[in-house]
C-alpha cells in the first residue's frame, strides 16, 4: 500500500469501445488501433526511489500516456512520470526519458529505442460527399460529460490516423533522437566513415523499424560504441 500511495494517480476515464470511438466517423475512415498492446497486460513500474507498483498496463500512443487499470477496472494514467524510471509489459521494456517512454527494440551494447505516437487527421466532408483537408495533423477534441470523456466528433469530418515512429540511441546514460543520417554518424565520431559506408550499402531507412534494426545490428557486431 505505501508503494501505491507514492504513485499520485489521475483518474482519467477514457473512450475505449470500437463503437463509440467510431461514432460520427465515415465508413471510409481508416481504422486505427491507439494503444500499443491489445489489451491491457501484466506489468510493473519501476519508480526512481526503487519502489515497484505491479500492475495491468498499456500504452496509449495517441495521447503519449503509459496507463493502467484501476479499481473496477477504471482507465487510470500516471500523475507523475517524472517519478517513473523505467516499465515492463510482458517481456517488452520502456525507460522513462524526459516524461517519454521510450521502449528498447534492439539488444546492446548500444541499444535501439523507439517511441511510437499516433496523430489524428480530420477533412471535412463537403457538399455531395466530397472531402478537403480541414488541418494537418491536430489534436483529438474532447467533450467532458458526467466526467467521462466522450470523443467530440463532428458528423462532417473523415478522421484517419498516422503513425510517427521515434528512434532514439541509448548508449549507456546517453540518449539521444535519430531522426536521420546525421544525427546517427553524430553518435559515432570516431567511426563514422565507415557507418556512412553501411548506411549507404544498406539503404539504411530512418522511418523503418526493421532498417533500423539492421543497422543498429551491425553497429554492435562491430564493437562500435563511440
Not at 57 to 77: H, K
Not at 118 to 146: L, Q
Not at 163 to 185: A, P, S
Amino acid at each position: 500500500m505505501k508503494t501505491k500511495n507514492r504513485l499520485t494517480l489521475l483518474i482519467s476515464f477514457l473512450l475505449i469501445s470500437g463503437s463509440v470511438f467510431s461514432q460520427g466517423i465515415s465508413s471510409s475512415t481508416t481504422d486505427s488501433t491507439l494503444y500499443l498492446f491489445r489489451q491491457f497486460t501484466d506489468g510493473s513500474v519501476t519508480l526512481k526511489d526503487g519502489s515497484v507498483w505491479f500492475g495491468k498496463l498499456n500504452y496509449d500512443t495517441f495521447r503519449d500516456q503509459m496507463q493502467f487499470l484501476g479499481p473496477n477496472n477504471v482507465i487510470m494514467e500516471l500523475g507523475e512520470p517524472e517519478k517513473v524510471s523505467n516499465v515492463a509489459i510482458a517481456k517488452r521494456h520502456f525507460i522513462n526519458y524526459k516524461n517519454n517512454f521510450i521502449e528498447f527494440i534492439t539488444n546492446g551494447p548500444v541499444f535501439l529505442g523507439l517511441k511510437i505516437h499516433t496523430s489524428r487527421i480530420a477533412k471535412k466532408v463537403g457538399a455531395y460527399g466530397t472531402s478537403s483537408t480541414s488541418s494537418n495533423i491536430t489534436p483529438m477534441s474532447y467533450t467532458r460529460i458526467n466526467a467521462i470523456d466522450i470523443t467530440d466528433l463532428s458528423v462532417t469530418e473523415n478522421i484517419k490516423y498516422h503513425t510517427d515512429l521515434n528512434f532514439y540511441l541509448i548508449n549507456g546514460k546517453d540518449i539521444r533522437e535519430i531522426k536521420n543520417q546525421k544525427d546517427l554518424l553524430k553518435c559515432f565520431s570516431l567511426n563514422k566513415n565507415q557507418l556512412k559506408q553501411e548506411i549507404k550499402s544498406e539503404n539504411t531507412k530512418f522511418n523503418s523499424i526493421a532498417s533500423m534494426n539492421r543497422i543498429m545490428d551491425w553497429i554492435n557486431g562491430k564493437g562500435i560504441k563511440n
